[in-house]
T-cell receptor
Framework: GENVEQHPSTLSVQEGDSAVIKCTYSDSASNYFPWYKQELGKRPQLIIDIRSNVGEKKDQRIAVTLNKTAKHFSLHITETQPEDSAVYFCAASKTSYDKVIFGPGTSLSVIP | DGGITQSPKYLFRKEGQNVTLSCEQNLNHDAMYWYRQDPGQGLRLIYYSQIVNDFQKGDIAEGYSVSREKKESFPLTVTSAQKNPTAFYLC???????????FGSGTRLTVV
């Protein structure tokens, strides 16, 4: 079945610096790649997603890139702020009807 | 106010007991999912249902059971066969033909 790997497992950055989280997936049929942010004790929330027909997508300080050939996708957060501190999950699925498989998560700490 | 509600927020189970976690949504979503979250392991899929009266096993279904008698409800029973049930359980839903999950606020189950 589909497997999603995610690195690093923990990441600390200074406020204002950039953070990058990388994921790989195993099933070449996957074509939807969402990213979720989970603050301590709260539910995961979708922050950005990308489909396989797009190589890059941006939303203010957040961007996601996708390399379908290499089966890699990455989350980039620029000008990090303390409120960006959370666990971030990448995920993959084949279609909108299909289950979503999550990576193990990256705990991001932004140091003021 | 549309959303997905999980109850209870905290649940304690004695050894050998079955317990049922509730998940209700009023978003008119067809698909519903149960995930288990353990530290450092991300979200693992237990069961999912794409339509009433039908459901499929996820990656870690052993020791769990579900039912989907109504579109709005997808309860999860943790049976005594689940040897390590202490975890955070998340329910999610999604509309047919569209991407993206909405998560509930979770139930933290502890074996005492």
């Amino acid at each position: 079945g589909e497997n999603v790997e995610q690195h690093p497992s923990t990441l600390s950055v200074q406020e204002g610096d950039s953070a990058v989280i990388k994921c790989t997936y195993s099933d070449s049929a996957s074509n939807y790649f969402p990213w979720y942010k989970q603050e301590l004790g709260k539910r995961p929330q979708l922050i950005i997603d990308i489909r396989s027909n797009v190589g890059e997508k941006k939303d203010q300080r957040i961007a996601v890139t996708l390399n379908k050939t290499a089966k890699h996708f990455s989350l980039h957060i620029t000008e990090t702020q303390p409120e960006d501190s959370a666990v971030y999950f990448c995920a993959a699925s084949k279609t909108s009807y299909d289950k979503v498989i999550f990576g193990p998560g990256t705990s991001l700490s932004v140091i003021p | 106010d549309g959303g997905i509600t999980q109850s209870p927020k905290y649940l304690f189970r004695k050894e050998g007991q079955n317990v049922t976690l509730s998940c209700e949504q009023n978003l008119n979503h067809d698909a519903m999912y149960w995930y288990r979250q353990d530290p450092g392991q991300g979200l693992r899929l237990i069961y999912y249902s794409q339509i009433v009266n039908d459901f499929q096993k996820g990656d870690i279904a052993e020791g769990y059971s579900v039912s989907r008698e109504k579109k709005e409800s997808f309860p999860l029973t943790v049976t005594s066969a689940q040897k390590n049930p202490t975890a955070f359980y998340l329910c999610a839903s999604s509309p047919t033909g569209r991407y993206g999950y909405t998560f509930g606020s979770g139930t933290r189950l502890t074996v005492v």
